[in-house]
């Protein structure tokens, strides 16, 4: 079982930056899917970013050119780094891990406000 602490969320304001980080108990480089999902109050849970297969990334269209998703395998640590920032980027954050196996980490609170 792997085990997943997610860290620095927080309040942010409209425009600014924030890095989320993920931290696994157990090596992410085994994992062929790792990525960043949201969920808005109100709505379903969306893809932001993933890293497929070792390299190749993948974000959903709202956060392209202003989300950057990377990993330090070395220290099995999954980074999100969020620039301007808007309020409709306001959601909890999940890590996920897996393919192979599903593992998510327990969500952390971004808010954007002014």
């Known amino acids: 079982q792997v085990q997943i602490v997610e860290s620095r969320g927080g309040l942010v304001e409209p425009g600014g930056s924030l890095n989320l980080s993920c931290t696994a108990s157990?090596?992410?480089?085994?994992?062929?899917?790792v990525g960043w999902f949201r969920q808005a109050a109100g709505k379903q849970r969306e893809i932001v970013a993933q890293?497929?297969?070792?390299?190749?990334?993948r974000y959903a269209d709202s956060v392209k050119d202003r989300f950057t998703i990377a990993k330090d395998d070395a220290k099995n640590v999954l980074f999100l780094h969020m620039s301007r920032l808007t309020p409709e980027d306001t959601a909890v954050y999940y890590c996920?891990?897996?393919?192979?196996?599903?593992?998510w980490g327990q969500g952390i609170q971004v808010t954007v406000s002014s």
């Open positions: 890293i497929i297969t070792g390299s190749n990334t």
């Open positions: 996920k891990l897996g393919p192979p196996g599903n593992y």
């Open positions: 157990g090596s992410i480089a085994s994992f062929y899917i």
